[in-house]
């Protein structure tokens, strides 16, 4: 079957890093991606990886291990408004995408 | 950047009403379109495929009867909730991925959330 993990909750303090892991298992693989979704709005686009290796984009990296079937999503100088769930998806062979269940993270003061 | 529309944002109904969701894609042509539910605290699942021109497809569990799913044309699709009840109350999104783009990046409507009464 597929199958998308990611932790379920994490907590950092403002102005730290964080690092909030997914690892999957799809048939086929088009590419990974990373959503943010605060409470009660849809999600909007972070990142996409279909080749390994390290993207960076600002604040936000994402990282990708298509052999481990493995990506991170690196935030740095974490800001309050960081606070949300992180949805890791991959676009299987048929380019549907595949959802894990999110990642809670809360950023306290 | 491309657009996804949703309307309405927000809708209070009675239960055994239908009520219709619409999607709309506003600066590109979406071929399909798919529709997620949400409950609160739980992960994004994927209810349909709407596709221009011809039957939707379900997940399974999903009951075609209950959720129609129309994809009249290349920017617009929608979501017919038939007679409601309570347990249909959720966060529906769709989303649609603009071809051509060269990571095939789904763009999110804003939401629509149903509350049954």
């Known amino acids: 079957g597929q199958n998308i993990d990611q932790p379920t909750e994490m907590t950092a303090t403002e102005g730290a890093i964080v690092q909030i892991n997914c690892t999957y298992q799809t048939s086929g693989f088009n590419g990974l991606f990373w959503y943010q979704q605060h409470a009660g709005e849809a999600p909007t686009f972070l990142s996409y990886?279909?080749l390994d290796g390290l993207e960076e984009k600002g604040r936000f990296s994402s990282f990708l291990s298509r052999s481990k079937g493995y990506s991170y999503l690196l935030l740095k100088e974490l800001q309050m408004k960081d606070s949300a769930s992180y949805l890791c998806a991959v676009s299987d062979s048929n380019y549907q995408l595949i959802w894990g269940a999110g990642t809670k993270l809360i950023i306290k003061p | 950047g491309a657009v996804v529309s949703q309307h309405p944002s927000w809708v209070i109904c009675k239960s055994g009403t239908s009520v219709k969701i619409e999607c709309r894609s506003l600066d590109f042509q979406a071929t399909t379109m798919f529709w997620y539910r949400q409950f609160p605290k739980q992960s994004l699942m994927l209810m349909a495929t709407s596709n221009e021109g011809s039957k939707a497809t379900y997940e399974q569990g999903v009951e075609k009867d209950k959720f129609l799913i129309n994809h009249a044309s290349l920017t617009l699709s929608t979501l017919t909730v038939t007679s409601a009840h309570p347990e249909d109350s959720s966060f529906y999104i769709c989303?649609?991925?603009?071809?051509?783009?060269?990571?095939?990046?789904?763009?999110f409507g804003p939401g629509t959330r149903l509350t049954v009464l």
């Open positions: 989303s649609a991925p603009r071809v051509g783009t060269d990571n095939n990046e789904q763009f």
């Open positions: 990886n279909v």
